[in-house]
């Protein structure tokens, strides 16, 4: 083992710190960016649709970040980050050739595979779009095993839209999408306001539906009420759960929600085991 690999306590491989280097850095916007990371030495263990890795930035910290590329054994890990702290920036700013540790995988998926024969609907606010990319990736991969497939996502301008690109491709391959933001910008004819409201106006088949929800908390409230309204069982709608996680490995308790701790019980849970964690304000 080198001196950039080292073993952080704990039982399982996810706890091994593994060397990557950034080989492709693509920038989104003024704040965000997505790194492609391959391995220097030895590859992470297969990782889950849904679920994170923790990135450390040497010498400054390290923070938990989903992934955000196709899932696969021993190849390229991509991670979309937004800089908000001092961590998210340094792991931001990487350029390519840089190195970054990465410690996982960490944390309950999305499960896409469960949802085969049915309708899926997709909704990402922000950011949120990063940690649901791969379960559009897993249902274009193998489109025949699912119904409809709409992605529905939301942004604060148009120039915070993320994965613009993929997402005009996903439109081209039988994927339904609808962008609404929250202030228009010029030349923007697309709709203004949060993404509940095209959610609200979906035609959508109850029994026959599962959803999968990412982004801020009130969102996620919000559009989970919207799919309960409309016959979806809370059982079929999943979201992906937010607290600050330190270990990955469900020993500090930073990310204790109520019963959970989320590095190990989440990100995603169904719906009917977070409505009743998040109606307590204390938590």
Request: overall charge neutral; hydrophobic content about 45%; charged content about 20%.
């Amino acid at each position: 083992m080198t001196a950039a690999e080292s073993i952080v306590a704990g039982p399982g491989a996810g706890d091994v710190m593994l060397p990557y280097r950034v080989v492709v850095r693509r920038p989104h916007n003024r704040d965000t960016v997505s790194l492609l990371l391959e391995p220097v030495h030895r590859a992470a263990p297969a990782f889950r649709v849904g679920q994170f890795m923790m990135l450390y930035a040497y010498g400054v910290g390290e923070i938990a970040i989903s992934i955000s590329g196709p899932a696969g054994v021993g190849g390229p890990l991509e991670h979309t980050i937004r800089a908000v702290g001092a961590v998210s920036r340094a792991l931001h700013d990487t350029g390519v050739g840089g190195l970054i540790g990465v410690r996982g995988p960490f944390g309950t998926g999305w499960d896409p595979e469960s949802a085969a024969g049915r309708d899926l609907v997709i909704v990402a606010g922000g950011v949120g779009l990063a940690p649901l990319r791969p379960v559009v990736l897993a249902a274009l991969a193998d489109r025949e095993r699912f119904r409809r497939v709409v992605l529905i996502t939301g942004a604060r301008t148009p120039g915070d839209i993320l994965f613009r690109f993929d997402q005009r491709q996903w439109a081209a391959h039988r994927v339904e999408v609808r962008q609404t933001v929250d202030r228009p910008a010029q030349g923007w004819t697309g709709p203004v306001g949060f993404v509940t409201e095209p959610l609200a106006a979906l035609p959508l088949d109850p029994d026959r539906t599962t959803a999968f929800v990412c982004g801020p908390e009130p969102m996620l409230r919000f559009c989970a009420h919207t799919l309960l309204r409309k016959g979806i069982d809370a059982a079929d709608i999943r979201v992906s759960l937010e607290r600050h996680m330190e270990c990955g490995a469900a020993r500090c308790g930073h990310c204790q929600l109520g019963p959970l701790l989320l590095c190990r019980d989440g990100p995603v849970v169904d719906y009917a085991t977070a409505e009743p964690l998040l109606s307590i304000r204390e938590l």
